[in-house]
């Protein structure tokens, strides 16, 4: 059964945490991405990836860390730097980098 | 990347077409439009996605003039389920922007 997974679907955590979303795919796809949705507004690019080992900033990634050391697995770090961090957070991978094939979404909140 | 511009909301009735505008005056050659169906709490799902004149699948169909400059969404014998926003992209090079998006809404 192919698709996109992120975990968890609601996470919480205290300011000053680091937190660390997982992303999985198993579509064989090259390329993933991280967006923050905030309520009633769009998606905004964190990061994405379009090879193992590689990875390129979006429009807000101060505040946030990625890793793509598997073609699979794409997890995004929201640290302590970030200074509003409580967000719809969603993962897409794309073979070609128009159509993108998004995950559930984690919901975090940090109090 | 080109920016796109699309109403912020639009309201509709049940068993009729919707038709959805986005301008996107600055396209390139090489971009596709793309259109996108979010629901609450959950991430987008690809609609449709064309580079000129018509595109049409099971879900809707996207009219293109010959100037790329606009595109049209189309949503036939809509239903109270495609209540949700829908995101006009304008993509190149493997990097999308979305905007606000428009909120459709679906009345009985």
């Known amino acids: 059964d192919g698709g996109i997974t992120q975990s968890p679907k609601y996470l919480f955590r205290k300011e000053g945490q680091n937190v660390t979303l997982s992303c999985e795919q198993n579509l064989n796809h090259d390329a993933m991405y991280w967006y923050r949705q905030d309520p009633g507004q769009g998606l905004r690019l964190i990061y994405y990836s379009q090879i193992v080992n590689d990875f390129q900033k979006g429009d807000i990634a101060e505040g946030y860390s990625v890793s793509r050391e598997k073609k699979e697995s794409f997890p995004l770090t929201v640290t302590s730097a970030q200074k509003n961090p409580t967000a719809f957070y969603l993962c897409?991978?794309?073979?070609?980098?128009?159509?993108?094939?998004f995950g559930p979404g984690t919901r975090l909140t940090v109090t | 990347l080109a920016k796109t511009t699309q109403p912020i909301s639009m309201d509709s009735y049940e068993g009729q077409e919707v038709n959805i505008t986005c301008s996107h005056n600055?396209?390139?050659?090489?971009?596709?439009i793309t259109w996108y169906q979010q629901f609450p709490s959950q991430g987008p799902r690809f609609i449709i996605q064309?580079?000129?004149t018509k595109v049409t699948n099971e879900v809707a169909s996207l009219f293109i003039p010959a100037d790329r400059k606009s595109s049209t969404l189309s949503l036939p014998r809509v239903s109270l389920s495609d209540t949700a926003v829908y995101y006009c992209?304008?993509?190149?090079?493997?990097?999308?922007?979305f905007g606000k998006g428009t909120r459709l809404h679906i009345l009985p």
């Open positions: 992209l304008v993509e190149a090079d493997d990097k999308i922007i």
């Open positions: 064309g580079y000129k």
């Open positions: 600055n396209i390139a050659t090489n971009d596709y």
């Open positions: 897409a991978s794309s073979p070609t980098g128009y159509e993108q094939y």
